[in-house]
């Protein structure tokens, strides 16, 4: 408990029934520059240590480690059993049903032909069951990536009149996709993916859900000549525009099997026992639609079908890769974008999911996992994939235990590319249409949104932006600004860092900040500031200007009986400072003499403490009493130095 009174000389006294005692401040132990560079740099780029299971093992034991660490089947497969085979099977034959008819919608979402839609969901899982450490990730085509995908190399493009051209590039994109991926699990830079928080993702989804429904009313009503545009504007003005194009048969199918879907993924949602209704829902209702086709020869009343689809299995488009300058430009932006969208969603999901059953993936190894999945998935007539959350979801639940329901699935699809296709002849578009909206309108998630709003509104406006910019502009160019947002808020906090004024809670040693906590006092004859940020070149003009307001401010303050004569500055709060940092605490040494004032800096952290007894040896800017581990200290120590105002 500390009690202030005042002496007959006029001097502050504080007297504590426990005096706190002054304790150094140590300096961290001597580290050369290149160890230091080491040690961050270790911090920086392996901050998993994924080395760290190799000390001490044999030569043998540490060549089978390296094996598994670069190939994971080789860790879990020498132990497999049938019980675990069982699971997966279950698991794989229940994702292939899912993976069939999405993978043909999402091909179409692309612009590109069906097929290649199956070709993604058969070579890619396979890839990635040998590279992969999720036991939950389900690999195939994505609505988001495909959307994306086909609205950028339209801009160079027709995918009607210039097919194969169109899809040349889609396969050279999505090699410079996986380039991107294996290159940040590579070079270790995994932290570039993490510029998209998580308000700007939900919003980027709705808005592109909505996109991507509102695209698919060109299905649903039967309209032939539609707009090759992704706002809503040009969609809706096409809709409204080309009545005339309207099916009613069209219409009538469309509504019927997109109410069967959302009722049966409503089903599975409040039902988990039944999760494989909203499963089995879409490879139902493409069977189911394809009969009625056939059956009612609806493709002459105005019905679309995909139509024949050729027998076999990926051929090798290597060289079919269009490196030529006219495209080469859009190719490597499109698999940028692609690239940092599905390795976004395919790491989400696969942390999720192992978090639910409590293993941990590496991220720089799903990086180059995926990156080498779609890259070979170039070379061999796939598109852009990635682990969808919704298969992914549908794995998890049937069951899987291992990357083998990867195996079964793409085994499964196999079997359909080689002896099921011209079933598929009558498949109608509407359906495809159908199951595109009902897979992406999860993609809304409206109580998050709520939640963010409750929690943080800046966060919610950058939501709201990456929202609208998606539905109005583009959605590459509502993701940019919305990734602009949210890089301008953390330049934001960085050049415009928080500094509280604190107080002392009466009784007691502990120091708070007096905006927060109401019990927490001036200390007469203190201005005691913490700032809570790195000192550096973006924020020391700002850091600067605050504290002289903050002194300016207290000294003008009327009716005080005692003037401030102590800055105190905690660094407790400050990780790092840089040279413009340090001449900063260097010049406010000086500027605050000018006011009369004594700084004295409380607990700076190893970093700090470093460089501020390095420039001490140039500068000579530290005296005896500058340096204190606590405030408490530091007032203690100077308290009896405080003196009466002159009234």
């Not at 139902?284 to 493709?299: E, P």
């Not at 006011?595 to 420039?615: D, H, S």
Request: glycine fraction near 8%; proline fraction near 4%; include cysteine.
């Amino acid at each position: 408990m500390i009690d202030m009174e005042r002496s007959e000389e006029g001097a502050v006294e504080i007297g504590a029934i426990m005096e706190p005692a002054v304790h150094k401040v140590e300096a961290p132990p001597p580290q050369s520059t290149v160890e230091k560079m080491g040690l961050r740099m270790k911090e920086t780029f392996f901050s998993d240590d994924p080395f760290r299971r190799f000390k001490g093992q044999p030569l043998l034991r540490k060549l089978v480690l390296g094996l598994q660490y670069l190939f994971p089947i080789f860790e879990w497969l020498p132990s497999y059993s049938f019980s675990l085979f069982k699971s997966d099977l279950i698991a794989g034959l229940t994702i292939a049903s899912l993976a069939i008819p999405q993978g043909i919608s999402y091909a179409k979402l692309a612009n590109l032909p069906p097929i290649i839609g199956l070709y993604t969901s058969f070579v890619p899982p396979l890839v990635y069951a040998v590279l992969g450490s999720s036991k939950d990730l389900a690999i195939g085509p994505v609505s988001i990536a495909s959307l994306i995908m086909g609205s950028m190399l339209r801009e160079v493009a027709n995918p009607n009149t210039e097919t194969a051209l169109f899809l040349h590039l889609a396969f050279t994109a999505t090699f410079f996709a996986g380039i991107f991926q294996a290159s940040l699990g590579i070079l270790r830079l995994g932290f570039i993916i993490d510029f998209l928080s998580k308000a700007t993702l939900l919003g980027f989804m709705a808005g592109a859900a909505i996109i991507v429904s509102l695209q698919q009313l060109k299905n649903l009503l039967g309209i032939v000549h539609f707009t090759q545009k992704m706002s809503v504007v040009p969609v809706m003005e096409s809709v409204f525009h080309k009545t005339d194009e309207w099916s009613w048969q069209t219409v009538v199918m469309g509504i019927s099997f997109l109410a069967l879907l959302l009722v049966a993924r409503h089903v599975g949602m409040r039902r988990p026992n039944l999760f494989w209704l909203s499963v089995g829902a879409p490879l139902a209702s493409v069977i189911l639609s394809t009969l009625i086709v056939f059956l009612f020869k609806a493709q002459k009343h105005g019905i679309s079908t995909i139509g024949h689809l050729k027998s076999g299995l990926n051929s090798p488009s290597w060289n079919k890769l269009q490196f030529d300058s006219t495209y080469l430009g859009t190719v490597v932006k499109t698999g940028l974008v692609t690239g940092i969208i599905s390795l976004t969603e395919g790491i989400a999901s696969g942390r999720t999911f192992a978090s639910l059953r409590g293993y941990q993936i590496d991220g720089n190894k799903e990086m180059m996992a995926v990156g080498l999945m779609n890259i070979v998935g170039s070379c061999t007539s796939c598109y852009v994939s990635t682990g969808s959350f919704s298969r992914s979801a549908v794995n998890h639940n049937a069951g899987s235990k291992t990357a083998m329901s990867n195996i079964v699935m793409a085994l499964t699809v196999m079997i359909t590319l080689l002896f099921l296709m011209p079933l598929f002849a009558y498949t109608p578009n509407v359906v495809l249409g159908a199951i595109i909206i009902a897979a992406v309108i999860g993609l809304i998630d409206v109580p998050t949104a709520y939640q963010i709003w409750k929690l943080d509104k800046v966060d919610f406006l950058v939501c709201l932006i990456s929202f609208l910019g998606v539905i109005f502009i583009s959605v590459q160019n509502g993701l940019a600004i919305a990734v602009g947002i949210s890089i301008f808020r953390i330049l934001l906090q960085t050049t415009r860092p928080k500094i509280i004024a604190l107080g002392n809670i009466l009784g007691t040693n502990i120091y708070r900040d007096m905006h927060q906590y109401k019990d927490a006092k001036r200390v007469p004859g203190f201005l005691i500031l913490a700032i809570e940020a790195p000192i550096n070149f973006t924020n020391t003009t700002y850091i600067n200007e605050r504290i002289t307001r903050w002194i300016e401010d207290e000294m003008s303050m009327e009716n005080k009986e005692i003037n401030i004569q102590y800055l105190i500055l905690d660094l407790s709060a400050v990780p790092t400072v840089d040279t413009s940092g340090i001449s900063f605490l260097v010049d406010l040494k000086k500027s605050t003499e000018k006011y009369g004032l004594q700084l004295i800096f409380v607990n700076p952290m190893g970093e700090v403490m470093e460089k501020l007894q390095r420039a001490n040896k140039l500068h000579s800017f530290l005296g005896v009493h500058s340096l204190y581990l606590t405030i408490a200290e530091a007032v203690f120590s100077h308290s009896s130095f405080v003196t009466q105002s002159k009234l």
